[in-house]
């Protein structure tokens, strides 16, 4: 076997926060998507329940893909796993260019029109300024190849192996601060039902607490 000089590099990585699977829309509409399917069959296996977001012009600024400013929109679902708290994440791209929709069309076999699959993991890189994890990434020649931020708090970058690697993809994402927003579906439905629920109880205790003070003061 011929030698090599390739040394172990110190990690940076940090913990794996994430896995992702892609998967192809049914229909290229946002009433039919094919996130269901996937998010079907792992809730079969127990991994949920499940958040359903969209990521889109709309909601998420400093859009780019391959080094551009470019416009693209994604269904991504989320759901944990106790007591990992490794995140499952489903994708399904909807429109514009992306990584997504190249790995699908990559993936594509004779008499379809692509296939899904494991896609990426995401890594905190142990909570390090965004700015030195990209500085370190170009440094393996990885180079950042989607990004953005969703709703003016998490930014999440994606890059891509150096030549001979091409297609493998490591994720990092630095979450803003406060609460994510309420999902736009939950699957199954019954947990975002009693998600609903428990919001209630919640803003009625509150209410309760108030009312209790208010009638203290009078």
């Not at 993809?169 to 979450?175: C, G, S």
């Amino acid at each position: 076997m011929a030698s090599t000089s390739l040394s172990l590099a110190p990690s940076f990585l940090g913990n794996p926060i994430e896995i992702c699977i892609v998967r192809l829309p049914l229909s290229f509409s946002f009433v039919t998507p094919s996130y269901r399917t996937t998010i079907q069959a792992l809730t079969a296996l127990g991994v949920g329940p499940w958040r359903v977001y969209t990521c889109s012009p709309e909601n998420t600024t400093n859009q780019t893909y391959r080094g551009r400013p470019s416009a693209y929109t994604i269904k991504f679902c989320y759901a944990s796993l106790p007591p990992s708290n490794i995140t499952y994440e489903v994708i399904q791209p909807v429109s514009g260019p992306s990584i997504f929709a190249d790995y699908l069309a990559s993936h594509a076999t004779a008499g379809s029109e692509g296939g899904g699959g494991l896609h990426h993991v995401a890594y905190d890189c142990n909570g390090i300024p965004m700015e030195e994890r990209v500085k370190k990434f170009d440094e393996r020649g990885y180079s950042m190849v989607q990004s953005g931020t969703w709703m003016e708090g998490s930014t999440f970058m994606f890059f891509e192996g150096p030549q001979g690697v091409k297609g493998t993809w490591v994720e990092t994402i630095e979450f803003g601060g406060g609460e994510w927003p309420e999902a736009e579906e939950w699957f199954p439905e019954e947990a975002g039902q009693e998600r609903g629920q428990e919001a209630i109880a919640k803003e009625v205790k509150v209410e309760e607490s108030g009312a209790g003070r208010r009638k203290g003061i009078e």
